[in-house]
């Protein structure tokens, strides 16, 4: 079985290759644009979203989330691809109607330097956990944690990818995200119908855990439900992908990548699902999954998380030095660094592998609970129009939900437990709940201190 992935990763990556032309400008490199200077368009650009928002770690999470906790863990995971509607909407306001240039110029435009340092780090922090994840699923395909075979696979896939990342940038990122999402589709086709052509399986399976408010499964999807306002503005990979062509492919990219991404997740959960049905006391997911589709679909299972784990990963070094060279301005802006900045970061996220936390959802919770102090943001400075937020105030919304993060972890990794013996995601739920509402509550004093309200649509075209 390994041997037959190996060859099926060799495939995939001699083609992505093929696919990766070289970057000859820095329009092409950090913006995507063809040696003729025109953005994606509008099949691109939707794949491109999709397959980078369905990456490894979300295809794992949402197939163990339906094999312990049933349909709703899968649509809980789901719910965070509500993102891409609330980040359509965000994009259009912040960059069509206000006329910034990036998230950055909109944050330190509204409270200065350190508005913009903020969301830096916590988008900094956003990428490495991204190349560590999707290394992580890779390595559990291939071995046990700690392995050789499990360290050869991580190490080689790192390679792989970094070339043809190297070699193009958003550019290449952009062409075989178009080729790996097509692939994928037809391999999660096969999968979904091997899968409910299984004997004994019937789609009554789907419901074998039945829904109640108390239990992980729709406590999940209410913590989904609150992070998803400002889930997406903290993914600089999305956001990115808001800032590369016109309004009208912008806007529909967005909104079909939404229903996409939704219906894909769901599908695939559902496998996980199915094997939650069908397992036995103490069975682990993939030994189910083995004994319902066999060995050719189980392989497929495999494809689809190297599939999404690559184009996820070249797509995260491109955000990273686009970071660092536009968004930050702390590099001189050239192919070249563009090119260090990917090496650094992708030995950062294999840093993590080797000596972190190796709880995949954890990347995900920690993250987006981080990304809360941008909720009011979204919701009041954006969308409200209020410019008069003081610094004070988007300040103390940060360090509570840095905070709130941390605390998040360490109760979740037994490392603390000052919220009780309660489960780890009515936990989540309480933390995002307490961060949502104080987040608000601060930037509205924040408002009443300064006294005269002021709201002004201002045009900063960058």
Known sequence: MDYSLSILVAALALISLALSRPARSVNAFFLGQSDTA??????????????????????MNAAILGFFYGIWGTLAYAAYYLSFWVGGRIIDKLRFEQGFHSVQAFL????????SHCYNL??????????????????????????TAYTLAILAFSGITLVYSLLGGLRASLRTDLFQMTLFLLVLVVL??????????????????????GQPGPILLLVALLQVWSYPMHDPVMMDRGFLADRETTRR??????????????????????AGAQ???????????????GDGPLLLFNAALVISA??????????????????MNAIPTSVRNGRLVMVVFLLLGLGCVFLGNKDLFSAVAVSGTASMYLAPVVLISLWGGRTDVPLWSYLASFVLAVSGAVLYFTESSGYSALL?????????????????????????????SVGNPGIKQAKHAG
């Open 38 to 59: 025109e953005p994606p368009g509008l099949l691109t650009l939707t794949f491109s979203q999709v397959t980078t928002w369905i990456f490894a770690r979300s295809l």
């Open 108 to 115: 330190q435009h509204r409270f200065g330097r350190w508005g």
């Open 122 to 147: 916590v988008i900094g922090i956003r990428l490495v956990s991204e190349v560590f994840a999707n290394l992580l699923v890779i390595g559990i395909l291939f071995g046990t944690t700690g392995s």
């Open 192 to 213: 979904v119908i091997a899968a409910f052509m299984s004997p004994g399986v019937q789609l009554e399976a789907l419901l074998f855990k039945p829904f109640e408010f």
């Open 253 to 274: 990219s967005f909104f079909h990548a939404g229903w996409i991404s939704i219906l894909c997740i769901t599908a695939f959960g559902s496998l996980g699902v199915l």
């Open 279 to 293: 397992a036995s006391p103490g069975e682990a997911m993939n030994g189910v999954l083995a004994r319902l589709l």
């Open 310 to 327: 690559m184009s996820t990963l070249d797509s995260t070094l491109a955000s990273s030095a686009k970071l660092m060279a536009l968004d």
């Open 420 to 448: 009780g013996d309660a489960h780890k995601y009515t936990k989540l739920l309480w933390i995002s709940a307490t961060l949502l509402a104080s987040g608000c509550l601060l930037f509205w004093l924040g408002c009443l």
